[in-house]
């Protein structure tokens, strides 16, 4: 993408745009008919240990988004699939989204290896973790 265009772009998925403001730029995807922010970014130097660290803390943190949650993305040509805990999603390029909510472990393992590729090792609480991820979604 352009950096310097804040024009609608084309792209193999959603158009997109980049907004500049105060040195920090907005990715925006087209996302059924309203702009969403993507992402935050500017273009200063970051230093490797600031990854390390940024990494630890999403990992680790008891607030980190990504910590008790499972969620998976996979894009292909003209759509993306998600996976929200037990919500499944396709998304492609001018059509409603299709949505399904899976009910159980088997559903969602066969999900994550079918859909994303993700063989989910063995693992004695492996049944327990997913059911209550299923529960909360």
């Known amino acids: 993408m352009l950096l310097d265009s804040e024009a609608e772009q084309a792209t193999p998925h ?28 500017d273009l200063q130097k970051v230093a490797d240990i ?7 803390y ?6 980190s988004p990504f910590l008790g949650q499972m969620i998976a993305a996979r894009t292909g040509p003209g759509l993306r699939k998600t996976l929200n805990n037990g919500s499944f ?5 001018g059509q409603a989204s299709e949505r399904v909510q899976l009910q159980s472990v088997d559903e969602v393992l066969r999900v994550l290896r079918e859909e994303f590729g993700i063989r989910v090792p063995e693992h004695p ?13």
């Open 14 to 41: 959603e158009p997109y745009r980049l907004t500049l403001v105060d040195d920090t730029y907005t990715l925006r995807a087209l996302v059924a008919d309203s702009w969403r922010a993507m992402y935050l970014f």
């Open 50 to 56: 600031d990854y390390v660290v940024g990494n630890w």
């Open 58 to 63: 999403v990992c680790t943190h008891p607030e």
């Open 89 to 93: 999603a396709i998304h492609r390029l």
């Open 125 to 137: 609480e492996r049944r327990q973790i997913i059911e209550r991820l299923i529960a909360g979604a």
